[in-house]
């Protein structure tokens, strides 16, 4: 491989993912959420590891893991996450990690080379106690009184038991310092089907998705579903699904390329089939990285709503509850990344947006930021069939290594 000695090692990379893929087993997955055993199980093997690459490590306040470098010359930082959503993947995440300690390992080691990769491993990316609080935390983004109001999705466990549980309680939470990394690359299974359908490599992240959330609520009129006659009922139920049914008709003519929406849980109140529901929710998702397409699209929403109320039968209101903003990826970034698969991947790379969050676009807010894909099979993410080809592994491993020296020596 160019200009990294010949020590990158595709098979300590493999050997990485499968150690940790083996914390947290879940038929072909993992089932690892944040602060679990399994979880901290991972961050105590991964400080572990970073001396492997002249790292001192350091967990923080909320569970981030750091590798930071006493190297001269240029840092950059690297790095993903390492829990995981509920009976999922074993590489959403750890492959990032992994990349990240193979790239310190290969370049920080090299004492003709100057500049070093500094390792961060991102605290609850998947959300299980909120929205991204490792990477928002070091960008300063996260307040005591977040922490406070942090509970875990599935278990209630508040954020303070759980830190105070995994021995992390009282340790300071580490913010980025200013000046001290040059950027910030993470790579990522794509979660999609667009490299493994052009048979490509390497992806290249030109942007990261915002994600709009909305709760919309209609109102009807509860009553008996045996003697209320069909013309004179106020179904909220029935309101909800002609409203779906209505977004997917309107949106087309207002949306982007690569827009996508997506309607969530849905409740009725009361929800027995023997009584009319008067009341319903559900949640809806927009994603897109332009925000003037959202806003387009949020006022067809209030302009559906409008014209759902008007004709008489239901009530309908809707209620932004989540904004998301866009990131973009630094174009030096991009342009490394693309080198690198040309030197490494025969160039098979393609320039793409990221339909899903990542903490690469925290960390973008405070420093220039990149982002690589490697093929997903079948675009299968967020469950235990989750999978990339070894071959695949590797050579997105070389190019993230490659891309590392290159932004470093630039």
């Known amino acids: 491989m160019p200009g990294i000695n010949g020590r990158f090692d595709g098979k300590r990379v493999l050997a990485d993912l499968h150690a940790l893929r083996a914390m947290g087993a879940y038929k072909t997955g993992v089932h ?14 991964l400080a572990a590891r970073l001396p492997e690459a002249n790292l001192s490590a350091t967990i923080d306040g909320i569970g981030n893991v750091f590798g930071t470098s006493a ?11 390492l829990e995981s959503q509920n009976y999922a993947g074993w590489l959403d995440g750890p492959l990032g990690v992994v990349y990240a300690l193979e790239a310190a390992r290969v370049l920080n080691t090299d004492p003709s080379f100057k500049g070093a ?12 106690f909120g929205s991204f609080l490792g990477s928002r935390s070091f960008v300063a983004a996260v307040t005591e009184a977040d922490i406070d109001a ?4 599935s278990s209630d466990r508040t954020m303070r038991d759980a830190l105070r549980e995994a021995g992390f309680a ?15 690359l993470e790579a990522h299974i794509e979660q999609g089907d667009t490299l493994e359908s052009g048979r490509l490599a390497i992806g290249v992240v030109t942007s990261i998705v915002g994600i709009w959330q909305y709760q919309i609520n209609f109102t009807g009129e509860q009553n008996h579903a045996g003697t209320t006659r069909m013309a004179v009922r106020k179904d909220a ?9 209505a977004i997917d008709e309107r949106f087309p003519s207002a949306c982007g390329p690569r827009t996508v929406w997506t309607t969530g849980r849905i409740t009725l109140d009361p929800g027995a089939p023997s009584i009319i529901p008067g009341g319903a929710e ?28 008007a004709q008489g039968r239901c009530g309908v209101k809707v209620e932004r509850i989540r904004t998301g903003v866009p990131a973009m990826m630094t174009p030096a970034f991009q342009d490394a990344i693309e080198a690198a698969s040309a030197a490494c991947a025969g160039g098979k ?7 899903a969050g990542h903490d690469a676009q925290m960390l973008a807010t405070v420093m220039p930021a990149g982002m690589l894909f490697v093929p997903s099979i079948g675009g299968i993410s967020h469950h235990w069939t989750e999978n990339t080809a070894d071959a695949d592994i590797v050579t997105g491993a070389e190019v993230f290594v490659e891309t590392c020296r290159r932004l470093l020596a630039g």
């Not at 990769?117 to 299980?128: F, L, M, Q, R």
């Open 282 to 309: 559900m949640l809806f998702q927009i994603r897109d990285d332009n925000p003037e397409v959202i806003a387009r699209l949020e006022e067809q929403l209030h302009r559906l709503a409008a014209e759902a109320t």
């Open 170 to 184: 009282g340790r300071p939470r580490l913010n980025a310092e200013a000046g001290r990394h040059i950027g910030y």
């Open 32 to 45: 690892k959420p944040t602060f679990s055993e399994p979880h901290l199980r991972s961050l105590d093997w």
């Open 150 to 153: 942090a509970r875990d999705r």
């Open 117 to 128: 990769v500094e390792v961060a491993a991102w605290c609850d990316e998947e959300g299980h």
């Open 237 to 245: 139920g029935l309101a909800l699904a002609k409203f779906c049914v």
């Open 349 to 355: 790379s393609i320039r793409m947006p990221s339909g």
């Open 71 to 81: 190297k001269r010359g240029p840092k950059l930082l690297a790095g993903s996450h």
